[in-house]
RNA sequence: GUGGGUAUAGUUCAGUGGCAGAACGCCAGACUGUGGCUCUGGAUGUCGUGGGUUCGACCCCCACUACCCACC
C-alpha cells in the first residue's frame, strides 16, 4: 500500500498510481494520516467537500493511520497520558489533544474504508515492563476506539448516504473506473483495525494479539516494528504474532518495508504492508531495481544510457536514460522526484 | 598614464606572527504505519610570483604579475 500521508503519494498523481505503465502497479488502497490531515487542511473541512476519497479524487480504498505513529516520531513534541497524546504542531506549534475517541472522530470525517485504533507505537530500546506497560495502554486505547467507532462509523461522509464516493467523482473527473468498481463492490461502512505491540518480546506480541482478537476486529496490524531492531528480530515478532491471529482475517504489518522483505512477509502470510521507504528513498535518489539498489546520484550514471531497470518495462525506464535521471537529480529538478 | 583595492580549496570568501578554515560544489553513505529537495561522512590547497625581516611568514616589508574601481 502506497503511502499518501498528507493527501497524496508524495510526488505520485493519482492516475499514475490507479495503473504505473505496462507494469500495471494498480495501486487498490492508499493510506491517508489523521494527523497531518487533521492539522491541514483539516478533516471538517474535507468532510464538507465530501469525503477524502472525493477531495483527492481516489476513487479506490483508503487506510488512514490513526496518528499512533506519530506518538513515535513526533516525540519530542507530544506527552502521551491514559486520556491520550497531547502533540504541538510541528507547523505552528499549537497545542493539540489526541484521543481514541478524537482519532476515531477524525478518521471517519475523512471517510477512510480501513481505520486504525489509536495506538502507542512503542519506541525501542524498550524494557520488558515498559513494552508490557505500552502495549496495554494501546489495548485500553483499542477497546475505547471500538466503542467510539461502533457508535459513530455510519457517520463518515459516504457510509450512510445512499451515494458511496467511488461513484461520485467530482464533476469535472471522468467516472472512468466505476464499472470496475462496482464488480468490486463497496463497503457501506468503515471497518476497523486493531493493533497489535509488545515490544520486542515474543510472549508479549502473542499476548497483545490474544487480547485484541478478543475484542474482535475485522482485521488485525502488527506494529511497532521497523524501529530499529534486526531484520531477524522483525521476522520473529511477525512470526509469533501470525500464530495467534486468525487467517481468515486480513493481517497488515505497519510500516514494511524493503522490496525482499515483502515478499518474505507475504510468504509467511501477511496480507497488507505500507511503507514510505519506495517513495522516500526515490526523492533520495535510491532506486529498488531487478539489479539491486542503485543510488542515481552516482558519478558512475552521468554518462549511462541505458534504462534504471533494463528488466523494467515501466513508462520511466522505457523512456529515460540513467544519466538524465542523474542529471534531474544532481540540478534538484522537481521531476526527479516523479521519475525516480 | 595616476591613485586606490584585491589575490587563500572547483567557486564565493573568512582567517591568525606558531597544525590551513567555512559555505556551496564535488565524491560517497543513510533512509521502513513521511516533522525530510533531508541527514551523515569524505576528498581537495606550491595561501598569485620572486626576494627580504624573523627562531618561525598565508600573515610584516619590497618588487613584479594579473584582475577590479576611480580619475586623466
Known amino acids: 500500500m502506497p503511502v499518501g500521508t498528507a493527501g497524496t503519494v508524495k510526488a505520485v498523481p493519482q492516475d499514475v498510481l490507479e495503473d504505473l505503465g505496462s507494469e500495471n502497479l494498480g495501486a487498490q488502497i492508499i493510506l491517508g494520516n489523521t494527523y497531518h490531515l487533521y492539522l491541514r487542511p483539516g478533516h471538517e473541512l474535507v468532510r464538507k467537500l465530501g469525503g477524502l476519497h472525493k477531495f483527492m479524487s481516489w476513487e479506490r480504498a483508503l487506510l488512514t493511520d490513526s496518528g499512533g505513529f506519530q506518538v513515535f516520531s513526533l516525540s519530542d513534541l507530544r506527552k502521551v497520558s491514559e486520556e491520550g497524546v497531547r502533540f504541538r504542531s510541528h507547523l505552528d506549534g499549537t497545542s493539540h489533544l489526541f484521543t481514541p475517541e478524537r482519532s476515531m472522530e477524525i478518521q471517519i470525517a475523512l471517510g477512510a474504508d480501513i481505520v486504525m485504533a489509536f495506538d502507542e507505537c512503542t519506541e525501542h530500546p524498550a524494557e520488558r515492563e515498559r513494552a508490557r506497560a505500552s502495549m496495554e495502554l494501546t489495548l485500553r486505547w483499542a477497546r475505547r476506539s471500538k466503542e467510539y467507532f461502533e457508535a459513530h462509523k455510519q457517520e463518515a461522509p459516504w457510509s450512510s448516504g445512499a451515494v458511496p464516493p467511488y461513484l461520485s467523482p467530482p464533476q469535472h473527473a471522468k467516472p472512468a473506473r466505476t464499472g470496475e468498481l462496482k464488480r468490486m ?20 506480541r502473542r499476548e497483545s494479539a490474544e487480547r485484541t482478537v ?23 515478532m511477525i512470526a509469533a504474532t501470525l500464530e495467534v491471529l486468525p487467517k481468515d482475517k486480513p493481517r497488515y504489518v505497519m510500516g514494511v ?3 525482499e522483505e515483502i515478499v518474505q ?16 528513498a526515490a526523492r533520495h535518489g535510491l532506486l529498488f531495481t531487478s539489479e539491486g539498489r542503485i543510488n542515481i546520484k552516482n558519478a558512475r550514471y552521468a554518462q549511462d544510457q541505458g534504462p534504471a531497470d533494463p528488466k523494467c518495462a515501466c513508462r520511466v525506464c522505457a523512456r529515460y536514460t540513467r544519466a538524465y535521471l542523474r542529471h534531474l537529480y544532481v540540478s534538484a529538478e522537481p521531476l526527479a522526484g516523479v521519475l525516480n
Open 185 to 204: 463492490g463497496h463497503p457501506t461502512a468503515p471497518a476497523l483495525f486493531g493493533i497489535v505491540q509488545g515490544g520486542m518480546y515474543s510472549d508479549l
Open 214 to 236: 478478543e475484542l474482535d476486529f475485522p482485521g488485525y496490524a502488527i506494529g511497532g516494528l521497523s524501529v530499529g531492531e534486526s531484520r531477524a528480530k522483525t521476522q520473529d
Open 257 to 259: 518495508g524493503y522490496p
Open 265 to 280: 512477509y507475504a510468504a509467511m502470510g501477511v496480507d497488507m504492508m505500507d511503507c514510505v521507504l519506495p517513495t522516500r
